[in-house]
């Protein structure tokens, strides 16, 4: 019989997956400027780890209320959870980092 290995937390970031969700109303400048800037910091701080889906609440305004949308561009960490939200154009990387509880790889 072998003991069961755990995970240190550091392997448990490493693994971690993020599920983030971006709900935009069409792809005016300010849209376009969160999903760039989203794509960013997932790519610097969560690469391989993550998953987007952005939600056109223009097509699908009824979507809107599954995450309790109020204001746009808001995005919504799904997983892991708790469930998070940041609202803007997500400019400044380190107030989306703390934000979402997005805790990078060294």
Excluded: W
Excluded at 7 to 30: C, F, H, I, N, W
Excluded at 55 to 68: E, F, H, I, M, S
């Amino acid at each position: 019989m072998t003991a069961a290995k755990s995970k240190s937390p550091k392997a448990q970031t490493e693994d971690e997956k993020y599920m983030l969700r971006l709900y935009v109303a069409g792809q005016t400048p300010k849209s376009m400027t969160a999903f760039a800037n989203l794509k960013k910091i997932c790519e610097e701080h969560m690469k391989g780890r993550y998953q987007i889906e952005v939600v056109d609440l223009l097509v699908n305004p009824a979507l809107a209320k599954d995450d309790q949308i109020l204001a746009l561009p808001t995005l919504v960490r799904r997983l892991p959870e708790p469930i998070k939200k940041i609202i803007g154009d997500l400019s400044n990387t380190e107030r989306v980092l703390v934000g979402l509880d997005i805790r990078p790889v060294d």
